[in-house]
Nanobody
Framework: QVQLVESGGGSVQAGGSLRLSCAASGRTSSIYGMGWFRQAPGKEREFVGSITWSLGSTYYADSVKGRFTISRDNAKNTMFLQMNSLKPEDTARYYC????????????????????WGQGTLVTVSS
């Protein structure tokens, strides 16, 4: 099994930046890819972006493309989410996830694809 722990959330004004981290432990050799999701109060959890662990291929939701960047440090089993030009609508709890099975550009957006989840970290963007 894979365990995930996020860090780096906080409060920032619109236009600001934050960097989230997600540290993986356990059976990290089984990870195919890792991703970020977010959930705002009263809304469903939505896909933010993902990265494949071996090739580092990244994919993003249209709502964050050009503002958010996902990267990883394989040696430290850690994934990062650099968030720039933050907007109030980015306010949510952000969760990292790990998949041990192959996913596609379509299936990655479903929470069912992901096998492990972190506890989430809160990001609040004020106007």
């Amino acid at each position: 099994q894979v365990q995930l722990v996020e860090s780096g959330g906080g409060s920032v004004q619109a236009g600001g930046s934050l960097r989230l981290s997600c540290a993986a432990s356990g059976r990290t050799s089984s990870i195919y890819g890792m991703g970020w999701f977010r959930q705002a109060p009263g809304k469903e959890r939505e896909f933010v972006g993902s990265i494949t662990w071996s090739l580092g291929s990244t994919y993003y939701a249209d709502s964050v493309k050009g503002r958010f960047t996902i990267s990883r440090d394989n040696a430290k089993n850690t994934m990062f989410l650099q968030m720039n030009s933050l907007k109030p609508e980015d306010t949510a709890r952000y969760y990292c996830a790990a998949a041990t099975r192959v996913y596609t550009r379509q299936t990655m957006r479903s929470t069912n694809v992901w096998d492990a989840w972190g506890q989430g970290t809160l990001v609040t963007v004020s106007s």
